[in-house]
Nanobody, 127 residues
Framework: EVQLVESGGGSVETGGSLRLSCTASGFAFAESGMNWFRQGPENECELVSELNRDGSITYGDRVKGRFTISQDNAKNTVYLQMNNLKPEDTARYYC?????????????????????WGQGTQVTVSS
């Protein structure tokens, strides 16, 4: 059974840190690549970071310099270290294995017709 399980969300104050984890089972994220997306209440799904199959990494403009994606192949787990959190980072965060496909512009996440998605974990940053 394919499954992605996120954890590590919570509530923090501005400037705080959280580390999200995403553990995959039923497939190897090295085959799919791994993306972190976030969905706010009024926004379209936003790409936070992606770990591509070739090992390259991409960050969204709003998180560059504050967020870091990393992986533990032995655990089939990808992490998202989030530092210097801001209220605008408040969202539900999803990990997804998309096998190189791109989320259509204007999509809301999770888009379960595309790849594999976790259930999400809520991050709330208070001012």
């Amino acid at each position: 059974e394919v499954q992605l399980v996120e954890s590590g969300g919570g509530s923090v104050e501005t400037g705080g840190s959280l580390r999200l984890s995403c553990t995959a089972s039923g497939f190897a994220f090295a085959e799919s690549g791994m993306n972190w997306f976030r969905q706010g209440p009024e926004n379209e799904c936003e790409l936070v970071s992606e770990l591509n199959r070739d090992g390259s990494i991409t960050y969204g403009d709003r998180v560059k310099g504050r967020f870091t994606i990393s992986q533990d192949n032995a655990k089939n787990t990808v992490y998202l270290q989030m530092n210097n959190l801001k209220p605008e980072d408040t969202a539900r965060y999803y990990c997804a294995g998309l096998f190189g496909f791109r989320l259509p512009r204007g999509s809301y996440c999770p888009l379960r017709t595309l790849g594999y998605w976790g259930q999400g974990t809520q991050v709330t940053v208070s001012s």
